[in-house]
Every structure is written in C-alpha cells, then in structure tokens.
C-alpha cells in the first residue's frame, strides 16, 4: 500500500502542519471539497498520477502463500510511479466486471 508522502513537503510544528491539524482531513461534498491541506501540495505534488514518479510512504506486507499469514511488515518512505489514475467509479466498474480480466483489475 502507498499513499502519498506530504511529510516530504510539509514539516511538523510548522504553520501549514497546524492548519492541516484544524482540518483534520478533507471534506467532500456533493459540488465542492474543502481540502486540508493547498491544492498545489493535494492535486499537484501529492497526488498520485500514473507515470509521474512521486514520494509515497509505503506499507510492505510479506504474505505467506500457504497460510496467508502475515510473515513480515515493512514501513518505509518511498518512490513510486503510479501504473493507473483512476476514480472510486471506474475502479467499482472494474470490480463488477465479471468479464474483466484485464491485468489492473
């Protein structure tokens, strides 16, 4: 798992960490968001886009293929290039597909 490393671009104690801190997360609504931290860092640095190397703090889990138990966990900043952007909408269309035996899905 990976998700995006603001970490790389907001240092803690600082006035952009305490404001994201008010927030607490980002809101969406039907019409609008109101986002926790600038755009330029959520849409732009941050955000996971497919073939755009970005900094991501990782989850590394090693599964035992026999058992499925959890052999080993790691936890580590990270570099990733994303292979797919997507939505919630095209990713459930996926998973409904019964038909869909494409290498993403």
């Given at each position: 798992m990976?998700?995006?490393?603001?970490?790389?671009?907001v240092?803690?104690?600082?006035?952009?960490?305490?404001?994201a801190?008010?927030?607490?997360?980002t809101?969406?609504?039907?019409?609008?968001?109101?986002?926790?931290?600038?755009?330029?860092?959520t849409e732009?640095?941050c955000?996971?886009?497919?073939?755009?190397d970005?900094?991501?703090?990782?989850?590394?889990?090693?599964?035992d293929s026999q058992t499925y138990?959890?052999?080993?966990?790691?936890f580590?900043?990270?570099?990733?290039?994303?292979?797919?952007?997507g939505?919630y909408?095209k990713?459930?269309e996926?998973?409904?597909?019964?038909?869909?035996n494409?290498?993403m899905t």
């Open positions: 990976h998700i995006a490393d603001v970490t790389h671009f240092k803690a104690g600082a006035e952009i960490d305490k404001e801190a008010r927030r607490c997360t809101v969406y609504m039907v019409d609008r968001r109101t986002d926790m931290l600038p755009s330029l860092l732009n640095l955000s996971l886009v497919s073939g755009v970005r900094c991501a703090f990782s989850v590394i889990w090693e599964i138990e959890t052999v080993d966990v790691k580590s900043k990270s570099l990733i290039r994303s292979r797919w952007s939505n909408y990713a459930q996926m998973i409904d597909d019964k038909d869909d494409t290498e």
